[in-house]
């Protein structure tokens, strides 16, 4: 019988926490360390991929991601030994999408060759910004000399490159951004991760901004005005946003991530890595110790989730509508139905589909380019409709 997660797919994600240096916008879990154990890691990593495959026989892999903290530290022998595994473990799908985060620094890039050889064939490059100034501002050790050079390893290593860049940075007019964007889609990438500069409790820039002490930032209604020409410049160059803040050629959108949009099933492995995976017909929520010690001795003792409850019908209907509204395709109205035990309320629909924020007909719901600026308002609306 089919279950719900196969709407979705299945992948496993695999959490790298060590960095070089902590970026101040950042809010991941990540930590920096100068002696790191390659081979405990490994072997963790390969006890917990051996663990899930007794939970989750028979699966089909659909896609791979390593991400972090700075995954281009791997060596690239761990890199393989986990590929290895999976493909052990589990049956692997004929197009499986294996991606690794990466910082676009020469010591990082020098490894990519070796990460193609062990299966890698797609990279994610953090590039962020693309003048020397703004790096420095946002804590990252690369310049933009590195970032043109690593891409172009990149390009040569494999089949598929994405990068990101964040706008709406301290002193960044429009005017700036659109010629950063412009010069962006000149790079040839098939896929741009563009995301507007948040400020987050707990980070070095969320410090600062409390204290007065981050000059620079743009108004509200700059910002908006940004994320409209993203919109506008990307489409026109043949690189339509797919979801949020997710740009690509048509077919190559992250296959991984669109598993967690579409409400598939994956598995979290690594320190502070979430999960969603169906045992029985059950949907559980899983969640790994946070702190990389603690993780590692948890794994070595038992395994590495603090957390695995079930998720309500309901949560899970809260979630696929969370999650999937962020496509542009937006969600399957009879799937949230069968998740929900109920539907969404025509009347609901109807008004937000008149102020314009909205498009559905009887099989789907979408956020129009109008809505998306404003998506969490409309969810929740929708999700207070019940």
């Given at each position: 019988?089919?279950?719900?997660?196969?709407?979705?797919?299945?992948?496993?994600?695999?959490?790298?926490?060590?960095?070089?240096?902590?970026?101040?916008?950042?809010?991941?879990?990540?930590?920096?360390?100068?002696?790191?154990?390659?081979?405990?890691?490994?072997?963790?990593?390969?006890?917990?991929?051996?663990?899930?495959?007794?939970?989750?026989?028979?699966?089909?892999?659909?896609?791979?991601?390593?991400?972090?903290?700075?995954?281009?530290?791997?060596?690239?022998?761990?890199?393989?030994?986990?590929?290895?595994?999976?493909?052990?473990?589990?049956?692997?799908?004929?197009?499986?999408?294996?991606?690794?985060?990466?910082?676009?620094?020469?010591?990082?890039?020098?490894?990519?060759?070796?990460?193609?050889?062990?299966?890698?064939?797609?990279?994610?490059?953090?590039?962020?910004?693309?003048?020397?100034?703004?790096?420095?501002?946002?804590?990252?050790?690369?310049?933009?000399?590195?970032?043109?050079?690593?891409?172009?390893?990149?390009?040569?290593?494999?089949?598929?490159?994405?990068?990101?860049?964040?706008?709406a940075r301290q002193d960044q007019t429009i005017t700036n951004w659109e010629a950063e964007l412009s010069q962006a889609l000149t790079m040839a990438a098939d896929h741009l991760s563009l995301y507007q500069l948040t400020i987050e409790d707990g980070t070095a820039f969320g410090d600062r901004f409390e204290r007065g002490l981050l000059k620079g930032l743009p108004e509200d209604d700059i910002s908006a005005d940004m994320f409209q020409i993203t919109q506008d410049i990307c489409a026109s160059a043949g690189m339509a946003a797919y979801e949020i803040s997710n740009h690509a050629l048509a077919?190559?959108?992250?296959?991984?991530?669109?598993?967690?949009?579409?409400?598939?099933?994956?598995?979290?492995?690594?320190?502070?890595?979430?999960?969603?995976?169906?045992?029985?017909?059950?949907?559980?929520?899983?969640?790994?110790?946070?702190?990389?010690?603690?993780?590692?001795?948890?794994?070595?003792?038992?395994?590495?989730?603090?957390?695995?409850?079930?998720?309500?019908?309901?949560?899970?209907?809260?979630?696929?509508?969370?999650?999937?509204?962020?496509?542009?395709?937006?969600?399957?109205?009879?799937?949230?139905?069968?998740?929900?035990?109920?539907?969404?309320?025509?009347?609901?629909?109807?008004?937000?589909?008149?102020?314009?924020?909205?498009?559905?007909?009887?099989?789907?719901?979408?956020?129009?380019?109008?809505?998306?600026?404003?998506?969490?308002?409309?969810?929740?609306?929708?999700?207070?409709?019940?």
């Open positions: 019988m089919t279950e719900d997660w196969q709407n979705g797919g299945f992948g496993i994600y695999v959490h790298w926490p060590f960095c070089q240096s902590k970026c101040p916008y950042c809010d991941f879990n990540s930590h920096v360390s100068d002696n790191v154990d390659q081979e405990a890691w490994l072997s963790a990593y390969l006890k917990e991929l051996d663990r899930y495959s007794r939970l989750l026989p028979n699966r089909v892999v659909n896609s791979v991601f390593f991400g972090g903290g700075t995954p281009s530290l791997m060596q690239e022998h761990v890199v393989s030994g986990v590929i290895d595994a999976i493909a052990k473990n589990w049956t692997t799908a004929n197009d499986l999408e294996i991606t690794l985060e990466a910082n676009p620094g020469s010591v990082e890039a020098s490894r990519f060759q070796g990460y193609q050889t062990a299966g890698v064939n797609r990279v994610s490059l953090g590039v962020q910004a693309l003048n020397n100034h703004d790096l420095k501002r946002l804590g990252r050790l690369h310049t933009v000399e590195e970032a043109q050079s690593a891409l172009d390893i990149a390009q040569n290593c494999f089949d598929r490159v994405s990068f990101d860049l964040i706008y077919g190559s959108e992250s296959r991984h991530n669109l598993i967690y949009w579409n409400y598939g099933d994956y598995i979290g492995i690594g320190p502070g890595a979430h999960g969603r995976v169906t045992v029985g017909g059950q949907k559980y929520a899983t969640e790994c110790h946070k702190n990389p010690k603690a993780w590692l001795d948890a794994v070595s003792s038992s395994d590495g989730e603090s957390i695995f409850s079930s998720v309500s019908a309901a949560d899970q209907a809260t979630e696929y509508l969370l999650m999937g509204m962020r496509l542009t395709s937006g969600i399957d109205r009879q799937r949230f139905q069968r998740l929900a035990g109920h539907k969404i309320p025509d009347v609901t629909l109807g008004q937000l589909s008149e102020l314009g924020v909205i498009e559905f007909t009887e099989s789907t719901i979408r956020a129009t380019e109008r809505g998306r600026p404003i998506l969490n308002a409309i969810l929740a609306e929708i999700a207070s409709s019940d």
